[in-house]
Every structure is written in C-alpha cells, then in structure tokens.
C-alpha cells in the first residue's frame, strides 16, 4: 500500500502495473469473446435464449441503423425499452457505433423522460419492447430526436464503416438526482469505464459457465457493470423480470433455476433476498456484491450464514467516477465490527480523505471528506459547466491538469488503510439504494399546483428500521388538499424511489425566531397505525375489504379508494413485502410481489384474487 500522506490511499502498485496503460475497445473485446464462442448463451430470459452469434448479428444490424442516421463517436442516443435481449443488443450498438448511450427508462413519468430528452438532445432515439416514442410525450415533431424501431426489419446493406472513437469520448450519459429539480445528466467516457471493467474481469474472472444476473434498472450506472462485465469474458446474461428487482422470491426463483454464479445487490434489496430464502438456499451464488448504501455488520453476517459458498464484496462509487472506486472482499470478522469497511481504491483511483475546506489530509482515524481522483473521474456534468466545475476540483495532490472529484460522502482511514464510508456531508441521500437530493424532492413538490412550500428528509421508519423519505407540505393559498392527491401528482413528476413513503399536510411550517424553519417542531411523519374499517367495510366484496383493510394498516392512511394506487399512497417495495406476508397471514398462500406489482389498487388486486379462487375452485 503505498501512502502518500496520512489521509491519503492510492492502490497497490502491482495491480496498477498489472493492468498497465493501454486500453483496449470495450466492443472488440465483447467481439473476440463471441468469435470464440459463437455457439455459447450470450441472454438468457424465462423464455428466449439468445447465442453469442444472435446477439451479435442484431448488435450489427441496430448499429448500421444508427450509423446511417449519422451516429458516431460521442454523438448522444436515447434508448428506452424495458429489461429485454433487445436492450442489451442496443447498448451493445451505440457502443459498436462509437455514440453514447443515454438510458430513459421507460418506468419513469413522461414528464421526467421529456425533460431528460430535451437535456441531452440526442439525435437519435433507440425504442424497443416497452419503449416511449416521442409522440407519446407530446414532443413536436422538429423538437425529437429520430426515432429507431430496433424490432422492425430493417438491414442496411451499404454504408460508410464505423469511425474510432478515443477513450475519452462518451459511452454513457446517466442521469441523477438534481438539487434544483431537474435531474443532471454524468457523461462517463469509454476509457473510464473500460478500464473499470477490464479490472473488474481481472480482479474477479468470469468464464463461459458464469452467470450474471441483470436486474438493475439500465438508468442506474451500475447496470453497465451487470451487462458488459459477463459480455466482456464469454459469460451468460440472466435477465430478470422488468421488474423482478423489486421481488425477492423471483431473484431467488432466477438465481436457482439458471445457476447464477455472480448478482449486485443492494444492502435493502440483500435484506429482502435473505429473508425469502428461508431454507431455499442459492447454492451456486459464488459472489454476492454490495453497492449503494452502507454495509451494516448484521447483515454481512446474515449473508455469510445463508451464502457460506459466496464471497460478499462490499463496493463504492459514485456515478461521477465509472460505477466501482473502491472495494473490499469481505471477512468473517467485518461482522462483528462497528462498520464494514468499503476498503481500497481498484486500480489507478485515488482516494483522499481530506479537510473540504483547506482540501489538506486529516489523520487517519479523522473524519474528513472524501474526494476521487484518477482515470475513471468522469468528464462532468451535461451542459452544466459551473456545476462540473463546482464539483470537480484541480487536484493539488496530482499532476498538472489533473482533477479531484468532490463525493459530499464523509470517511476516515483506518489504522489498517482501509476507508470507512460514515454518510453524507450535504443533503444527498440513498433511499433504498437510491440516489436522492432533497432540494429535488421538495422543488418537484412545489411544482404541484396544490402545494405551496415543501421539506423533505430521510427517517429511519420505526416498523423496519429501513431509511424511508418522508416530507411536510403547506397547501397552496386557497387550495385543498391530501396526502394522497400530492402523491399522485408527484407521480407525474418524478420516479416512484422519489415519492415520499410518508407526507404531512400542515397549515403552515414552524418557524424560528429569526424566519428559518424550525426542523425539530415538525410533526412526528410516522404516525399511529390509522384505521381503514369504515372504507374497507363499504367495499362490495370481501376480497376488496381485506386487501382495504391491510393496505389502510400499513400504508398508515385513514382513507383508501377502490382504484387508489399503492405507490401514489406512498407504497414501496419494502411495504409490499409486507403487504404480501399480511396477505399470506390471511390465507392468501402462493400470492407473489409481481401479483401485487401487476394489481396495484385494491379494485384490480381483488378482482385478480377472485379469478385465482374461481380457477383453484375448477381444478378441484
């Protein structure tokens, strides 16, 4: 380990020369690796099984397509589809392309992927299965992109061949949370993320006979580490359920049946997946990595007492710095510690734990800031040159020239070199493993015709101990409002993992002697369980009523419609998996969170309860 001052880690210098200067084409090495195994699974699904041979003649035919639309290196091209072998062939061919892909997932509301469109400016727009077309968004014509059905027959016979793109032109534009509202777009270049894969294939090898489950949503830059990773070795693709990620009983049912070798969880979705297994081990897991939140000891423990075959890798990175920075195979002992450590920097990252206001060292053991530097920073931020600027520092610890990438994450070196990740220094925060700036929940909240002035904030939810956003709103003058009428039009807005789970409605905010809000004096956002009797018991069946009932129970909301839906009530995945265990209890056995996911007010979730009883009733 080579330190170069008291709060500063580097990595270690065999693995940086190890994995040398050079660097070569993301897509020619996918290319070698299906020349040598044509014949191998490249995709696999429930139903269809894609060859390393299918998987690259499809990549070709999309990327003719786009270099007949002028699509070259760092020229931007939107893609939404959902979770399907066409997704991974159209990323593969804006890569083969030499463009850089910008993922709009299709799950988001219109508004969101508009906005997103008219930021990045793509000239093209890759749709696929599931996809959104710029009609749907009431784009006019002049202002969209053109749009490329991938499913539709076309082959291009003549064109002009594929220019080179250089290392630092982008492979991806990833979209996060934006304190003013709007999402900021992170250009991430081919050479940075390359060379974090190729590193990734060294450090942990892949062959023909892994598998890689795919569940993450193509809009979260860790998905580009699921896809191209296994691609990369000549490894297989196991693609889970649009949206599989949210059910833990699915990844367990994928894992087992397709014998996947390798997953990326996140610490909140680990928790879920542990706790479906029950005796239903996934004895072909090998490594299981964490990213996204904090590691807590407890569950390490758990994971290494339901995987004993499984190494737990517990990962960090920002989407400013090419998905993975730093890292730590895990041991036993990390479980009977205060904290797991995130560990090292990969290969030629540094790591400076420093003072953000002289940018000066502290002592190891010292909280400090933690900052980046290094080949996998990214370029900044989309047309956002003060805010790349803001964040993005010259590096008095580097070269000429170099930069220093500020997280807004607060850490400290321990004695051993190993770095301890202790949370957020500004209002950034992860929900369930989401990234989340609270100025851009409560600018979206102010957009609301209804809502006059709005604070949000991360609560630890006294039923799960899980992190739960919550918010405080005053009603717009004049207007009337629910919680559950701010939901639903937030919804419009923003993605559901930026809803929060639990709002209160206030006349107005408390406020200090000196005009600032009083934070302390807001109400308590996690009430008593509320009581939905006089709702449910006024529904017309008794399906309805007890799927009103356990809802209005959980949900902690006094009054639930017929065809109110679960997330705009302020539902998530983690209340789902309670709401499905509740329904257990009731003597719905065999009910899966896709059920729920599929039926989401109480109207369709009974009507689909009624059809399985009438179908259980003619098999008997």
Request: glycine content about 8%; some cysteine; charged content about 25%.
């Amino acid at each position: 380990m080579n330190n170069t001052a008291s709060g500063e880690i580097e990595m270690d210098s065999s693995e940086e020369a190890a994995l040398g200067s050079g660097s070569v084409s993301l897509f020619h090495t996918i290319a070698e690796r299906a020349s040598r195994f044509p014949e191998a699974v490249a995709v696999q699904t429930d139903e269809r099984v894609i060859t390393y041979r299918e998987l690259m003649s499809t990549t070709e035919r999309i990327a003719r397509l786009l270099r007949t639309n002028d699509v070259g290196p760092d020229v931007l091209v939107g893609v939404s589809m959902r979770r399907c072998p066409e997704l991974v062939s159209s990323l593969l061919a804006v890569v083969r392309s030499g463009g850089g892909y910008v993922p709009l997932d299709p799950s988001y509301p219109d508004s969101r992927i508009r906005g997103m469109i008219d930021d990045a400016r793509p000239a093209v727009l890759l749709v696929g299965p599931g996809g959104v077309s710029p009609g749907e968004l009431d784009m006019p014509e002049e202002e969209a992109p053109t749009v490329v059905d991938v499913t539709a027959p076309a082959d291009v016979t003549e064109f002009d061949g594929y220019e080179e793109p250089s290392s630092g032109d982008a492979l991806y534009v990833m979209y996060t949370s934006g304190s003013t509202g709007s999402p900021k777009g992170v250009v991430n270049t081919r050479g940075a993320v390359t060379e974090l894969l190729r590193r990734m294939s060294r450090r942990f090898p892949l062959d023909t006979e892994s598998r890689v489950l795919l569940k993450t949503p193509f809009g979260f830059d860790v998905s580009a580490w699921e896809i191209f990773w296994p691609l990369m070795s000549g490894a297989r693709l196991v693609l889970a359920h649009p949206e599989g990620q949210h059910d833990p009983a699915h990844l367990v049912r994928k894992i087992r049946e397709h014998g996947v070798t390798d997953a990326i969880f996140v610490p909140t979705q680990l928790t879920a997946f542990l706790d479906e297994q029950d005796d239903t081990r996934c004895p072909t897991l090998r490594r299981v990595f964490l990213v996204g939140e904090d590691l807590a000891p407890e569950l390490l423990r758990r994971c290494h007492e339901a995987l004993p075959g499984a190494s737990v890798i517990n990962a960090y990175g920002p989407t400013e710095a090419a998905i993975v920075t730093i890292d730590h195979t895990c041991r036993e002992s990390d479980a009977s510690g205060r904290r797991v450590p995130v560990g090292r920097p990969v290969a030629r990252t540094e790591a400076h734990v420093l003072d953000a206001a002289t940018l000066r060292p502290v002592p190891r053991g010292t909280e400090g800031e933690l900052f980046l530097a290094g080949p996998q920073l990214a370029r900044g931020y989309l047309h956002r040159p003060a805010m790349t600027a803001e964040r993005f520092l010259p590096n008095p610890h580097g070269p000429p020239g170099s930069r220093l990438y500020r997280t807004g994450d607060l850490a400290r070196v321990r004695e051993d070199g190993t770095i301890e990740f202790l949370g957020r220094d500004d209002r950034q925060v992860k929900v369930r493993g989401n990234r989340v700036e609270l100025g851009d929940v409560e600018a979206s909240l102010r957009r609301l015709p209804m809502v006059g002035d709005a604070e949000a904030a991360v609560r630890t939810d006294p039923a799960d101990g899980t992190n739960t956003l919550v918010a405080w709103v005053t009603a717009a003058s004049g207007e009337a409002t629910t919680a559950t009428a701010i939901r639903g039009a937030l919804l419009e807005l923003v993605p559901r993992y930026m809803v929060p789970s639990h709002l209160v409605v206030l006349d107005a905010f408390p406020m200090l002697p000196n005009g600032k809000l009083d934070r302390s004096e807001l109400p308590e956002p996690f009430g008593g369980t509320a009581s939905s009797e006089a709702t449910a018991e006024s529904a017309p069946e008794h399906h309805e009523r007890t799927v009103m009932r356990v809802w209005g129970e959980l949900l902690e909301v006094s009054e639930i419609g017929r065809d109110d839906g679960f997330f705009e009530l302020g539902g998530n995945s983690m209340l789902l998996l309670r709401i499905r265990t509740r329904l257990q209890q009731q003597g719905y056995q065999g009910i899966r969170l896709l059920d729920l996911l599929e039926h989401p007010t109480p109207r369709g979730l009974a009507e689909f309860l009624r059809g399985r009883d009438q179908r259980q009733d003619a098999e008997l």
